[in-house]
């Protein structure tokens, strides 16, 4: 099991930028892919962002392609979601997840740890 810590999370304003942070520990961070997902109010969770393990894979939801980026530092043990250009539709609970494997995925069922969740409030 992977303990996952997430971090950054705030109020900003449309247009403004955030970094969120997720610490990882309990497993070798350098195998196995990170992802980034969100929950609104009422809604479902809803991928955001995955990489593989390397780093080199990258994949993300259509409606944050170009404004949002995923990276990681294998070495520091850390994930991190970069997010330019918000939009108050990206006002959510933002969770990173562990995968089960090395290889970057979208669902949400090959994610076996998850973080608490960081609230990001995007005012209009």
Not at 47 to 70: L, M
Request: proline share 2%; net charge positive; aromatic share 12%.
């Amino acid at each position: 099991q992977v303990q996952l810590v997430e971090s950054g999370g705030g109020l900003v304003q449309a247009g403004g930028s955030l970094r969120l942070s997720c610490a990882a520990s309990g497993r070798t961070f350098s195998s196995f892919a990170m992802g980034w997902f969100r929950q609104a109010p009422g809604k479902e969770r809803e991928f955001v962002a995955a990489i593989s393990a390397s780093g080199y894979i990258t994949t993300y939801a259509d409606s944050v392609k170009g404004r949002f980026t995923i990276s990681r530092e294998n070495a520091k043990n850390t994930a991190y979601l970069q997010m330019t250009s918000l939009k108050p539709e990206d006002t959510a609970v933002y969770y990173c997840a562990a995968g089960s494997t090395h290889f970057v995925t979208r669902e949400i069922l090959k994610f076996d740890s998850w973080g608490q969740g960081t609230q990001v409030t995007v005012s209009s």
